[in-house]
């Protein structure tokens, strides 16, 4: 049966893969009316940095020739995704939301978005997000913040769609597009898919290549799936997956059928549930919905065990030496000589261009990383810092490991708060960094995180709960992940007001 374009655009990875498969609707069909929801949304929302209408409708004809011919399809076949503005894709401007990549298009493409395109997924865009990624809300883009698709019962305030996958999260979340990529070095995929109300997953350190992706953190940056559902992101993790001998990080694994074998009957598993995330004053909504998921998970079969994850408290600082050291050499490479922008004064010499292109071509809160990491690896103070916060990620690592003696997977909060309203945060750095408290650890450690929406709050806003697993274990975060959603019973959805 025909559907309407907004039908259409209601469907997720799974629903749109087996409608195509089985010829109820073409990929074309599917790509032209994400297309149009785009175009509409955008205005609203600018959850896209660039449109590519056209790399859509062309990855749908040629899904929708195969079929016709009889060829197989692949995993992704006839899903239009977004693709965040930190892959790099061949002929088509890759920014990572700054000026310094403002007019940047890659001669090659990212290994994972190489391996959507080849599984049939098409492109919608490069999606918005905080500038080279650093960021909880998106604020830091050059090209505009996002705004979420969500609002506060009974307001119209602006709020944060997180960050920085924030254009991924608000694109699925408003249903403009079916699924998008992220990248989360310290929960910018989960952060974001908790306040939209979508799943999102990180997987192990070294499933997903690197190469092409622009790099924050390389010892902490992983892509990911971002969708509706549990299923659609197993469909879309198995698709970015695997083994890549030009990412000298990457895991020399096969990719495991995560979707053939979700199950969420956890009758045998040990869930821990970490001491230390219940923090002083937590927000009651917060605190609520995790006891809910508790419960869940226990009606699902599971046995909860209390544990300790005592170095919880040090997580947050060590990240924010770790994470601008590694960015500040990272960034070393964008001096106007090589790509990018150039920005040369009159009679200036190397050192004034180098100068002139970095105060032009960098964000305020890129500036401020790169200032933080040169500072904590300098002489004077590496020891004190640098080296310290590397010892503190190895006592994360093990507080995770030694629970994992007991327990096959950890539940706590995704975030601290639901979404906070645009402008709220920007002005004070620290309390935008200490919304990512439940999220760094797992990012020390490498191991596979997953957020799954588990209700609203007092004001109507979504909130996640996360599912940290053992590393190479998404299959194991993934069950207990479709084990809350089947119970949670999420189905809120922003009203449509663009
Ligand atoms: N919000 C964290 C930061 O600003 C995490 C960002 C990310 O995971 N890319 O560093």
Not at 19 to 36: C, H, I, M, R
Not at 42 to 54: D, G, K, M, S, Y
Not at 179 to 192: F, K, L, Y
Not at 336 to 365: H, I, K, N, S, W
Request: proline share 6%.
């Amino acid at each position: 049966m025909p559907k309407t374009a907004s039908e259409l655009t209601d469907l997720g990875v799974a629903a749109i893969r087996e409608g195509v498969a089985k010829g109820e609707f073409t990929a074309v069909e599917v790509a032209g009316a994400f297309n149009a929801a785009v175009a509409a949304a955008q205005p609203a929302l600018n959850a896209f940095i660039t449109l590519t209408p056209e790399k859509a409708l062309e990855a749908a004809a040629a899904v929708d020739a195969d079929r016709a011919a009889g060829k197989p399809l692949g995993k992704m076949a006839g899903v239009p995704i977004g693709m965040k503005d930190l892959f790099a894709t061949t002929g088509t401007k890759t920014t990572a939301a700054s000026n310094i990549l403002g007019n940047f298009v890659p001669p090659y493409e990212s290994t994972v978005s190489q391996k959507l395109w080849d599984a049939g997924a098409g492109m919608l865009g490069k999606l918005n997000l905080d500038q080279f990624a650093m960021g909880s809300s998106n604020e830091t883009s050059a090209f505009g913040n996002v705004i979420s698709p969500w609002r506060r019962e009974g307001s119209e305030a602006q709020l944060a769609p997180g960050g920085s996958s924030g254009g991924s999260s608000a694109a699925v979340s408003a249903r403009i597009a079916p699924a998008a990529t992220g990248t989360d070095t310290g929960g910018s995929i989960r952060q974001p898919a908790a306040f939209t109300g979508i799943s999102g997953i990180k997987p192990t350190y070294g499933r997903c290549s690197r190469w092409g992706i622009v790099a924050f953190a390389s010892s902490l940056d992983q892509a990911g799936p971002m969708a509706r559902d549990v299923r659609d992101c197993a469909i879309m993790l198995e698709a970015m997956a695997g083994f890549d001998p030009k990412d000298s990080t990457s895991l020399d694994k096969p990719v495991p059928d995560w979707e053939a074998n979700l199950n969420a009957d956890l009758r045998g598993k040990k869930v821990g549930i970490p001491r230390e995330y219940r923090m002083d004053g937590m927000d009651a909504d917060v605190a609520r919905v995790w006891d809910e998921g508790i419960a869940w998970l226990k009606d699902a079969g599971a046995e909860i065990v209390d544990i300790n994850l005592a170095h919880t408290k040090y997580a947050l600082p060590a990240y924010y030496i770790i994470a601008p050291a590694e960015a500040s050499s990272n960034l070393a490479r964008y001096d106007g000589v090589r790509y990018g922008l150039r920005d040369l004064p009159q009679g200036a010499g190397l050192q004034d261009m180098y100068a002139a292109t970095r105060a032009a071509g960098f964000g305020p809160e890129v500036k401020r990383r790169i200032m933080i990491g040169t500072y904590v690896l300098s002489a004077g103070f590496y020891d004190a810092y640098y080296t310290q916060a590397q010892k503190v990620r190895t006592l994360i690592s093990r507080d995770f490991m030694d629970a994992f003696q007991t327990v096959d997977v950890i539940l706590a909060p995704t975030a601290p708060t639901a979404a906070f309203g645009l402008g709220e945060m920007v002005s004070d750095p620290l309390a935008m960094y200490l919304n990512d408290v439940f999220a760094v650890p797992a990012s020390l450690a490498g191991l596979p995180a997953m957020s799954v929406p588990a209700g609203l709050d007092r004001q109507g806003l979504p909130l996640g709960l996360q599912l940290i697993g053992r590393p190479f274990d998404e299959q194991g975060v993934l069950d207990a992940g479709l084990a809350i959603e089947a119970r949670a019973g999420f189905t809120a959805r922003p009203a449509k007001w663009w």
